[in-house]
Nanobody, 124 residues
Framework: VQLQASGGGLVQAGGSLRLSCAAS????????IGWFHQAPGREREFVAA????????HYADSVKGRFTISRDNAKRTVFLQMNSLRPEDTGVYYCAAGRPILSSLRSPDMYGGWGQGTQVTVSS
């Protein structure tokens, strides 16, 4: 499965954005989809994931209560609603697919199908 993120942009602190992750391939519903954030000069970090097996959502502590991940299997799309954005949320956001076990859910190495990310810039 190949994925493509979109929906980024420039927003003021406290604002909102909704990112979309569109997938190709018929097996989309059998994958866990993760969102990852890469700030300038830093490694890619876990943001959120929607597990396909349990249909549960998982978040990094830094975004809990502010971001919401959801998926629409019929449309082969996963969304990341980002509220109360902060300047430290600035960076490129990527989505990816995998079948990680729970203990490895947050590791980018467990995912593939990375497409071009989408830039999010939060001004203070």
């Amino acid at each position: 499965v190949q994925l493509q993120a979109s929906g980024g942009g420039l927003v003021q602190a406290g604002g909102s954005l909704r990112l979309s992750c569109a997938a190709s391939g018929d097996t989309f519903s059998t994958y866990t989809i993760g969102w990852f954030h890469q700030a300038p000069g830093r490694e890619r970090e876990f943001v959120a994931a929607f597990r396909h097996t349990t249909r549960t959502t998982h978040y990094a502590d830094s975004v809990k209560g502010r971001f919401t991940i959801s998926r629409d299997n019929a449309k082969r799309t996963v969304f990341l609603q980002m509220n109360s954005l902060r300047p430290e949320d600035t960076g490129v956001y990527y989505c990816a697919a995998g079948r990680p076990i729970l203990s490895s859910l947050r590791s980018p190495d467990m995912y593939g199908g990375w497409g071009q990310g989408t830039q999010v810039t939060v001004s203070s």
